[in-house]
C-alpha cells in the first residue's frame, strides 16, 4: 500500500510563494511519474507538472517559469515550489504518484491567492 501525504498549502497574497510537498510511504518501486494536479472550484482537474523517473520535467503553459517541480529520492518527497503566485492559481493541489503497478493520490491541500 501506497500513501501520500501533501502539505505546505494556504493563503497567499498575489505575488508570493508557496512551496507543496508530498511525503510518500509504502510500497514505493516502479516508478513512472510523479505528477502535481490541481483542482479549481468547478473545473476539472488539469495536470500542472510532471517529473518521470529519468528526471524530466513538463508543465502546464500557464505555470512555466513560475512553478518547479522536484523530489528528494533519499526522501521519497516530492515538492512543487508555486513564484509569482496569481488568484488563477487557487485550488487544491493533488500529488500523483504512477507506479507500473497503480496509480495513487494524495488527499489534497488546498492554495488560495488573494489580496
Known amino acids: 500500500q501506497v500513501q501520500l501525504v501533501e502539505s505546505g498549502g494556504g493563503l497567499v497574497q498575489p505575488g508570493g510563494s508557496l512551496r507543496l510537498s508530498c511525503a510518500a510511504s509504502g510500497r514505493i518501486f516502479g516508478i513512472k511519474y510523479m505528477n502535481w494536479y490541481r483542482q479549481a472550484p468547478g473545473k476539472e482537474r488539469e495536470l500542472v507538472a510532471v517529473i518521470t523517473s529519468s528526471g524530466g520535467t513538463n508543465y502546464l503553459d500557464s505555470v512555466k517559469d513560475r512553478f518547479t517541480i522536484s523530489r528528494d529520492n533519499a526522501k521519497n518527497t516530492l515538492y512543487l515550489q508555486m513564484n509569482s503566485l496569481r488568484p488563477e492559481d487557487t485550488a487544491v493541489y493533488y500529488c500523483?504518484?504512477?507506479?507500473?503497478?497503480?496509480?495513487?493520490w494524495g488527499q489534497g491541500t488546498q492554495v488560495t491567492v488573494s489580496s
Open positions: 500523483n504518484l504512477n507506479l507500473f503497478v497503480g496509480v495513487y
